[in-house]
T-cell receptor
Framework: GQQVMQIPQYQHVQEGEDFTTYCNSS?????IQWYKQRPGGHPVFLIQ?????EVKKQKRLTFQFGEAKKNSSLHITATQTTDVGTYFC??????????????FGQGTILTVHP | DAGVIQSPRHEVTEMGQEVTLRCKPI?????LFWYRQTMMRGLELLIY????????DSGMPEDRFSAKMPNASFSTLKIQPSEPRDSAVYFC???????????FGPGTRLTVL
């Protein structure tokens, strides 16, 4: 079945440093979504990428979708303590038995030291 | 809108007991999803419904788990009998379509002793 791998599992940064998490799918995706979960909270939708090579920005966050639509990344510039949490990618299958199904990566836990 | 509502928020029970988790999706959303989150296995999709009909239950761990959606505004996830390994946070999420973002509820933290 479809697998979505996310690295790194943990990332500790000093406030002001940049942060990147990577997401790789075993199959081609129709789209990919990113969610953020604060400690003790629930996943909250950040963005969806659909097109091959798509790049979207939200303030200090930059999201990319690979040309082959099998990988994605989230980059945070100049992290702040409010960025603390777990970032999940969720890939939607493009065909076969994975068609339409959203599979979450394991998430990257980000800690920001002030 | 109040968002997705789940109850209870916390449940502590003893092994062998029946547990029922409840979810009220956002009005107008045709899709409802049940997830389980643990440190070891991450966020797992258990089952999802479209217009109250179960579409994919391949993530339901075993026959002890069952889910129903009797109407568009209510769903339950039942575990009978419960086991300590069922301890996890269970999230319900809803979406207007299968290709839109999912809106998660606050979750139910289940502890089975």
């Amino acid at each position: 079945g479809q697998q979505v791998m996310q690295i790194p599992q943990y990332q500790h940064v000093q406030e002001g440093e940049d942060f990147t998490t990577y997401c790789n799918s075993s199959t081609t995706l129709s789209n990919i979504q990113w969610y953020k979960q604060r400690p003790g909270g629930h996943p909250v939708f950040l963005i969806q990428l659909v097109k091959s090579g798509e790049v979207k920005k939200q303030k200090r966050l930059t999201f990319q979708f690979g040309e082959a639509k099998k990988n994605s990344s989230l980059h945070i510039t100049a992290t702040q303590t409010t960025d603390v949490g777990t970032y999940f990618c969720a890939g939607r299958g493009a065909g076969g038995t994975s068609y339409g199904k959203l599979t979450f990566g394991q998430g990257t836990i980000l800690t920001v030291h002030p | 809108d109040a968002g997705v509502i789940q109850s209870p928020r916390h449940e502590v029970t003893e092994m062998g007991q029946e547990v029922t988790l409840r979810c009220k999706p956002i009005s107008g959303h045709d899709y409802l999803f049940w997830y389980r989150q643990t440190m070891m296995r991450g966020l797992e999709l258990l089952i999802y419904f479209n217009n109250n009909v179960p579409i994919d239950d391949s993530g339901m761990p075993e026959d002890r788990f069952s889910a129903k959606m009797p109407n568009a505004s209510f769903s339950t996830l039942k575990i009978q009998p419960s086991e300590p390994r069922d301890s996890a946070v269970y999230f319900c999420a809803s979406s207007p379509s299968t290709y839109n973002e999912q809106f998660f509820g606050p979750g139910t933290r289940l502890t089975v002793l």
